[in-house]
């Protein structure tokens, strides 16, 4: 089993670590974990190989989550999101096999870093609150799925500028990733990105990032809920700027 790994003990170490930190942040925001994998495991796994290990992740802390999240969440807009999701999905995953992926994560970041400051300083973003807006936000969520595997992130902006409570906005994300992650699986095994290896590392590395996933839990309590948008955008831009330092330096 740890040859299919193909991973030394050293850098499995520091994997379960990366993903269990992932889970954590993805248990009291709803999402990120894919994000802070990706912004660190590049440098151990490539990233067409860390895609499908993020989804195990993402599906088992989805699991873990939807109760609460189906019961909260705006069912509406989160199924406006993954019906552009499952056109833009599709588009990313051909786009990085034959795009450089540094190019196309490097314009996914950066519009997220642009956006996350422009909610930070509380500007209206008045196109996002629309009909097109929310489908045009769940196909471009699409696209950075494929592309990076940071969709998250992409509808977190967008549900973020609303003016819904924090339980609620949290649910709504919580929602649109897992009903995006029933797609991304279909449009893997099409693309043959889901192997064997894939589903090993995937399956082990859901461990650790599940018990943070429960512990992050733990923490979104209601005294806390005050500062759950400052805090989701300024962890936003975090990932963000360590992925965009790691691309360019």
Not at 14 to 34: D, M, N, Q
Not at 199 to 212: D, K, V
């Amino acid at each position: 089993m740890f040859e299919t790994l193909a991973l030394n003990n050293s850098d499995l170490a520091l994997l379960i670590l990366i993903c269990f930190f992932a889970g954590l942040i993805r248990g009291f925001t709803g999402f990120g974990l894919s994000a802070f994998v990706m912004s660190l495991a590049l440098s151990i796994i490539p990233p067409l190989e860390l895609i499908p290990i993020c989804w195990w992740m993402e599906f088992f802390a989805g699991v873990f989550m939807i109760k609460n999240g189906w019961k909260e969440s705006d069912k509406k807009t989160s199924m406006h999101l993954w019906l552009g999701a499952i056109f833009g999905l599709p588009i990313g995953i051909f786009f990085t096999t034959i795009l450089d992926f540094q190019i196309s994560k490097f314009i996914a970041l950066t519009l997220i870093l642009m956006l996350s400051f422009i909610l930070l300083q509380n500007f209206k973003l008045q196109f996002l609150s629309t009909k097109l807006g929310t489908i045009s936000s769940g196909v471009f969520a699409g696209m950075a799925t494929g592309l990076a595997s940071i969709g998250g992130m992409i509808v977190a902006t967008y549900v973020l500028a609303s003016q819904n409570s924090a339980r609620r906005m949290r649910a709504s994300i919580i929602m649109y990733i897992m009903l995006n992650s029933i797609t991304t699986f279909i449009f893997l095994i099409i693309f043959d990105v889901m192997d064997q290896k894939a589903f090993l590392r995937g399956i082990l590395l859901a461990i650790p990032s599940s018990i943070g996933v429960v512990l992050g839990s733990i923490l979104f309590i209601q005294k806390l809920e005050k500062y759950y948008r400052p805090i989701t955008l300024g962890l936003m831009i975090i990932f963000a700027t360590i992925g965009l330092f790691r691309l360019t330096g």
